[in-house]
């Protein structure tokens, strides 16, 4: 599922591929990728319009309409914008496409249709709406540490709230407790752990973005390219722990995230 990191490298494609080109046919080939809007609507907003900016917070992206309207997307689970240049081929799982005057297209591929498509007038009426709370790269230390702190659950469960801190998913909350030497299990952490997370959050979530949220050319020291059932902890060789936490499978190195 994509995280903070992925889901800006999609904002970074739409900003550089996607803006500033006059929109003349919209095709909505599944509806259920629509959400609290009609086809008829989100082509009346689009015909003839043209996108002017790209924003993210947390896992969610608005593409601004030079009408004032917002596009909001969710890429969910497989959800991804493709750019095609003129006559370029579709990707398999298109759910809906944007036809541009100049023979571009962008097409919306999701294979699992969890990604959302929707409109808004405010990106920040959209998102206190869904109760979403302050995006993690943006997050002031303090804001951080008041939400987290005073909470009897696990810190994992507690990270995956988007409506604490929006955008760490699975993966990189693992890799944050990782390299924090934090026990996903952990409860009630000091202050100066938090705000060792919190800093560690900030490094984890940059470094991926410096790798283009690429695993493969993350450093050696990260938890990510070695997170599966055979990996060893790249710090002290110890045997990856794999356990469920609130549904969700977490990894960590039972040796120096001890509980
Ligand atoms: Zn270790």
Redesign the pocket.
């Known amino acids: 599922m994509p995280e903070l990191p992925e889901v800006e490298m999609a904002r970074r494609l739409l900003e550089e591929k996607a803006l500033h080109r006059r929109i003349i046919a919209i095709e909505i080939r599944d509806g259920r990728i629509l959400n609290s809007v009609s086809a008829q609507d989100l082509q009346r907003a689009l015909a003839g319009r043209q996108l002017s900016s790209a924003i993210r917070h947390g896992k969610r992206l608005f593409l601004q309409i030079d009408s004032g309207l917002w596009l909001a997307l969710h890429l969910g689970l497989t959800g991804w914008p493709v750019f095609l240049a003129e006559s370029g081929a579709e990707p398999r799982h298109t759910r809906l496409r944007i036809d541009f005057e100049d023979g571009a297209a962008l097409a919306f591929d999701d294979l699992r249709i969890f990604g959302e498509v929707g409109l808004t007038e405010s990106p920040q009426a959209f998102l206190s709406q869904r109760g979403i709370g302050p995006d993690a790269l943006q997050m002031e230390r303090e804001a951080f540490l008041a939400a987290m702190s005073g909470r009897k659950g696990k810190i994992k469960p507690a990270l995956l709230d988007q409506g604490l801190i929006a955008g760490l998913g699975n993966l990189y909350a693992d890799e944050a407790l990782?390299q924090s030497?934090i026990c996903p299990q952990a409860r009630c952490l000091k202050r100066e752990r938090l705000e060792g997370l919190f800093c560690t959050i900030q490094e984890v979530l940059r470094t991926s973005l410096a790798c283009n949220a690429d695993f493969e050319k993350l450093p050696d020291s990260y938890l990510l390219p070695h997170r599966h059932p055979d990996g060893t902890?790249?710090?002290?060789?110890?045997a990856?722990k794999k356990i469920k936490i609130a549904g969700r499978t977490s990894y960590y190195?039972?040796?120096?995230?001890k509980e």
Request: proline share 14%; hydrophobic share 30%; aromatic share 8%.
């Open positions: 990782f030497g902890c790249p710090r002290d060789g110890a990856l190195c039972p040796l120096h995230q």
